[in-house]
C-alpha cells in the first residue's frame, strides 16, 4: 500500500499508445479546428461583437485542443521513457 499512487501513476503512463494517439488526435482536431475558426472571423465576418465572440470561442477551443495535444504527447513520450528505463 506504500506506493499505490506510484504503481497508478505508472498504470497511467505504460497504458495503450493507441489511447494516447487517440487523445493527441482529439487535441490536434481541436486546435485546428479554432484555427479554422480564427481564420473565418477575420475573414468572412464583418468586425462586430459577433466577430469578436467567434474569435474569443476559436481561442478557446483551439488553445484547449492545444493544451490536451500537448498533454497526450508528454504521456506517450514519458510511457516510452518508462518503458526503455524499466527493460
Known amino acids: 500500500m506504500k506506493h499505490s499512487w506510484l504503481d ?8 495503450s ?12 482536431s ?3 479546428l479554432g484555427v479554422v475558426g480564427l481564420y473565418i472571423a477575420n475573414t468572412l465576418i464583418e468586425p462586430s ?3 469578436e465572440l467567434v474569435v474569443l470561442a476559436s481561442l478557446l477551443v483551439g488553445g484547449v485542443g492545444f493544451i490536451w495535444a500537448m498533454m497526450a504527447h508528454l504521456r506517450m513520450l514519458i510511457g516510452r521513457l ?3 528505463f524499466s527493460r
Open 30 to 32: 481541436l486546435f485546428f
Open 8 to 15: 497508478a501513476l505508472k498504470a497511467h503512463y505504460t497504458g
Open 49 to 51: 461583437i459577433e466577430q
Open 82 to 84: 518508462i518503458r526503455f
Open 17 to 28: 499508445l493507441e489511447q494516447g494517439f487517440r487523445q493527441f488526435r482529439l487535441g490536434v
